[in-house]
């Protein structure tokens, strides 16, 4: 299996659209739904996107989340200043029986 | 409200153990599959371990053998036994709910975290 691997670091202006890959393998991404968290500093993770594209109830339309074959995206447009927080991908690993999470990726608004 | 509070996090001495404890309110934890996740300072998210509904359980390999999950359903409650601490394990240590009809690493709810420091 292939931990999912994303970028350790995305920054953008206000008003801007910008994406966060993660790249899995067969075992993980390959086969199973992509999720989403976001997590504000000093606060706990926060479900963005379930099932490689829904948004649970409250979390806005700018948050948008893609998949094709082991890889996924997270896009977010219309950039504002509290989207500033580490942005991890997660998925079921069928290798390994267990989740694994994304590197994270720590998002700068400009 | 539904929500998780999590307890029982401290310094501990490497090698020594420690039980953490997770309470569940505005849902059965017995009914629900039920995750931890850490996260070491500075550091990304780990998952640490899962028990289903019923009762099936898995580990990371990284504590496996070392930690034990389970729950109390008459208090509605998640644990996680840790033994043979390491300086690797300090983290914040979060349970949170798994929503398995969405997928199995959809976690919709979070406890606040506490804190396991494992030095000398």
């Known amino acids: 299996q292939s931990v999912p691997t994303q970028p350790p670091s995305a920054s953008g202006t206000p008003g801007q659209r910008v994406t966060i890959s993660c790249s899995g393998s067969?075992?993980?991404?390959?086969?199973?739904?992509v999720n989403w968290y976001q997590q504000l500093p000093g606060t706990a993770p926060k479900l963005l996107i379930y099932?490689?594209?829904q948004r649970p109830s409250g979390v806005p339309d700018r948050f948008s989340g893609s998949k094709s074959g082991t890889s996924a995206s997270l896009a977010i447009s219309g950039l504002q200043s509290e989207d500033e927080a580490d942005y991890y991908c997660?998925?079921?690993?069928?290798?390994?029986?267990?989740?694994?999470f994304g590197g994270g990726t720590k998002l700068t608004v400009l | 409200e539904v929500q998780l509070v999590e307890s029982g996090g401290g310094l501990i001495q490497p090698g020594g153990s420690l039980r953490l404890s997770c309470a569940a309110s505005g849902f059965t934890v017995s009914s629900n599959y039920m995750t931890w996740v850490r996260q070491a300072p500075g550091k990304g998210l780990e998952w640490v371990s899962v028990?289903?509904?019923?009762?099936?359980?898995y580990y990371a390999d990284s504590v496996k053998g070392r930690f034990t999950i389970s729950r109390d359903n008459s208090k509605n409650t998640l644990y996680l036994e840790m033994n043979s601490l390491r300086a690797e394990d300090t983290a914040v240590y979060y349970c949170?709910?798994?929503?398995?009809?969405?997928?199995?690493?959809?976690?919709?709810?979070w406890g606040q975290g506490t804190m396991v420091t494992v030095s000398s």
């Open positions: 028990i289903y509904s019923g009762g099936r359980i």
């Open positions: 949170a709910r798994v929503r398995v009809e969405l997928s199995l690493a959809a976690f919709d709810i």
């Open positions: 067969s075992s993980n991404i390959g086969s199973n739904t």
């Open positions: 099932s490689d594209n």
């Open positions: 997660a998925a079921w690993d069928d290798s390994l029986s267990g989740v694994l």
